[in-house]
């Protein structure tokens, strides 16, 4: 288990192949089992290892806003099922932040993660949150200083027709209008 910064807010993350440890995930952030777990890729490229039958908008919005603030929910490829609550999607966000991006290059490209905090508590900004939060759970913790924001990614969900918003966050309702309108 190991927590670094991204572009929103820290995150904690493991190997998202590896069942035992986002069960673990689960337990430490006291998740609900039914709320599927994200995955941080190093680049497009690296979205091969986690989902399939990519929308032509994914493309679009990816060569646009990525890296950033956006998480797109696409149909999910060989996950385990503890990633995924079950279902057949999964959201994919690549970070902006040089440290997280480093790290998922050495780590393969692909981390299941999400916010280094307990569940319905305020997301850690700093590495000295999560210690004082998380730290006894996490194996790992690397220091990029405070991130820039408590505002999450937001959320577009590209499985449905016309795609929707699940989650407001860094990128905006203009940002993503262009991309949308395409549907209408």
């Known amino acids: 288990m190991v927590a670094f910064p991204t572009d929103t807010v820290y995150g904690i993350g493991v190997d998202p192949f590896q069942p035992e440890a986002v069960r673990k995930l689960y337990q430490i952030k006291g998740r609900p089992i039914d709320k599927p777990i994200p995955i941080l890729v190093g680049s497009v490229d690296d979205i091969e290892r986690v989902a399939q039958n990519l929308p032509p908008i994914f493309s679009q919005l990816a060569a646009q806003l990525w890296p950033g603030e956006l998480t797109l929910i696409v149909e999910a490829k060989a996950l385990p099922s503890e990633v995924t609550a079950g279902g057949d999607t999964v959201g994919v966000r690549m970070p902006d932040h040089p440290l997280t991006l480093a790290l998922l290059q050495r780590f393969g490209g692909a981390i299941a993660t999400t916010s280094a905090n307990k569940s319905d508590e305020p997301p850690a900004t700093s590495a000295e949150e999560v210690r004082s939060e998380?730290?006894?759970?996490?194996?790992?913790?690397?220091?990029?200083?405070?991130?820039?924001?408590?505002?999450?990614?937001?959320?577009?969900?590209?499985?449905?027709?016309?795609?929707?918003?699940?989650?407001?966050?860094?990128?905006?309702?203009?940002?993503?209008?262009?991309?949308?309108?395409?549907?209408?």
């Open 134 to 184: 998380l730290g006894e759970f996490v194996n790992v913790i690397l220091d990029g200083g405070q991130t820039a924001t408590r505002i999450a990614s937001t959320v577009l969900d590209l499985s449905v027709s016309p795609p929707q918003i699940r989650r407001h966050g860094g990128i905006s309702m203009d940002q993503l209008a262009p991309f949308i309108r395409q549907f209408h």
